[in-house]
């Protein structure tokens, strides 16, 4: 049994509302990054049958081109689905006392809200304005809908994050 290895398996997912609008800065060397929190909520019923809810609060971080994304789109209120990991860093404050925090380092954010779906397409498609399309030739105007990147739409509630393969 000695020679058995506990597997190194740091994965969270879990969805919620975010609680304020989110910070977004840019580091020293230009990499984009926001700082937001989630209230993920459980509900359960107590020893005496009275439904109960639990909210847990989690810091979240997201890095470059995803941090963008977030930034564009998200704000107080808004429903997301995160898959990442659990990060710990710490620091000491100004008064020299050493801070810790554990937070949800991003990998992928599934935006949630109908509204941020529809905000995320026009952002990747560009401008959807009618007064554009009814200004241009028809002819022209199929080639450049053909010319756009195609956008998946996804339903809330079809989540493929590739774990259908996962061996543990």
């Known amino acids: 049994m000695s020679d058995l290895k506990m597997p190194d398996i740091n994965n969270v997912l879990i969805a919620g509302n975010l609680t304020s609008d989110p910070i977004f800065r840019k580091t020293a060397n230009g990499t984009s990054v926001i700082n937001f929190y989630i209230a993920s909520n459980r509900k359960y019923r107590d020893n005496s049958g009275i439904w109960r809810e639990n909210i847990c609060y989690v810091g979240v971080v997201a890095w470059h081109r995803l941090a963008e994304a977030c930034n564009d789109v998200l704000k107080r209120g ?14 000491h404050n100004d008064d020299g006392t050493t801070r810790n925090v554990v937070e949800l380092r991003a990998r992928r954010i599934q ?26 030739h028809p002819d022209t105007a199929d080639k450049e809908e053909s010319q756009t990147p195609e956008i998946q739409k996804v339903e809330p509630t079809d989540f493929d994050f590739g774990y259908q393969d996962l061996q543990l």
């Open 111 to 136: 935006f949630l809200d109908r509204k941020l779906t529809q905000d995320v397409e026009e952002i990747v498609a560009g401008s959807t304005d009618e007064a554009d399309t009814e200004d241009k």
């Open 78 to 91: 808004c429903s997301v689905l995160i898959d990442g990991e659990l990060q710990s860093r710490n620091w």
